[in-house]
C-alpha cells in the first residue's frame, strides 16, 4: 500500500525519476481529444508546474545518462524529443531528435517505453520492435519480437544488462552487451558519439 501522496490532479502516463528528486511525467489528452499533451515537473516537496506542451501524445519519458536532456516519445508521430534541462528542473531548447522508422502505411510509430543505457544510446517500444538509437538521433538496429507492439520496456538484472519486453501478454528478456542507465543512480557522462 502506499502511504506518502506526492502529486495529485494529473493524469499521469509515464514517469521518470532523477537522481536529485524530480519526477518527471507525461499527461497525453485523453480519449481521441486532440489536444496537445503536457510534461509536468513535480520538485521533491510535491510543488508541480507544466514545464511544456504541444507534443501530440507524449507517451514514455526518460533521462539521459548524464541527465542534462530529457526525452519524450509521441506516440503519433515518429519522434523522440529532446529537451535540456535547466538546473531549476525546468526544460529549454525542445527539438525533434530521435526519428523513428514507422510502416510506409503510417506515419505514427505508436512510440511507448523508453530507457537508455549507460553509453548513451535510446530505447524506444514501437509498433516495430525495440528501435535503438544512438546519442546523434538515427536508429542502428531494430529488435523485434515474436507476438508484436512493446509498450514498455526496462533494464534489470544483478548488472542491469538484461532488456526487459512488455509486448501484449508476454514479457522477454534479452541479455546485452551493455548496461542500463537508472535515474536513481548517480548522473554518468558517457563518450562523446562516433559519428
Same mark, same amino acid.
Given at each position: 500500500m502506499f502511504d506518502n501522496l506526492i502529486a495529485c490532479e494529473i493524469a499521469g502516463n509515464d514517469l521518470v525519476v532523477a537522481h536529485n #528528486?524530480?519526477? !518527471?511525467v507525461t499527461h497525453p489528452p485523453g480519449g481521441a481529444s486532440?489536444?496537445?499533451?503536457?510534461v509536468w515537473?513535480?520538485?521533491?516537496d510535491g510543488a508541480k508546474r507544466?514545464?511544456?506542451? #504541444?507534443?501530440? !501524445?507524449?507517451n514514455g519519458i526518460a533521462l539521459s545518462p548524464d541527465q542534462s536532456l530529457l526525452y519524450v516519445a509521441d506516440y503519433r508521430s515518429h519522434w523522440v524529443y529532446s529537451y535540456v534541462v535547466q538546473p531549476d528542473g525546468t526544460?529549454?531548447?525542445?527539438?525533434?531528435y530521435h526519428h523513428l522508422h514507422a510502416p510506409d502505411?503510417?506515419?505514427q510509430s505508436f512510440a511507448d517505453g523508453l530507457k537508455v543505457d549507460r553509453d548513451g544510446s535510446l530505447y524506444v517500444a514501437t509498433r516495430l520492435g525495440i528501435q535503438v538509437c544512438d546519442q546523434a538521433g538515427r536508429v542502428n538496429v531494430i529488435?523485434?519480437?515474436?507476438?508484436?507492439?512493446?509498450t514498455n520496456l526496462v533494464f534489470g538484472g544483478g548488472q542491469f544488462d538484461t532488456l526487459y519486453a512488455s509486448c501484449n501478454d508476454k514479457v522477454y528478456k534479452r541479455k546485452l552487451n551493455v548496461t542500463g542507465a537508472n535515474a536513481w543512480a548517480a548522473p554518468n557522462k558517457p563518450a562523446a558519439p562516433r559519428l
Open positions: #528528486g524530480n519526477i !518527471y486532440n489536444d496537445p499533451s503536457k515537473l513535480i520538485k521533491p507544466v514545464v511544456d506542451t #504541444g507534443v501530440r !501524445y507524449a526544460l529549454a531548447h525542445k527539438q525533434r502505411t503510417d506515419d529488435i523485434p519480437t515474436p507476438n508484436g507492439p512493446i
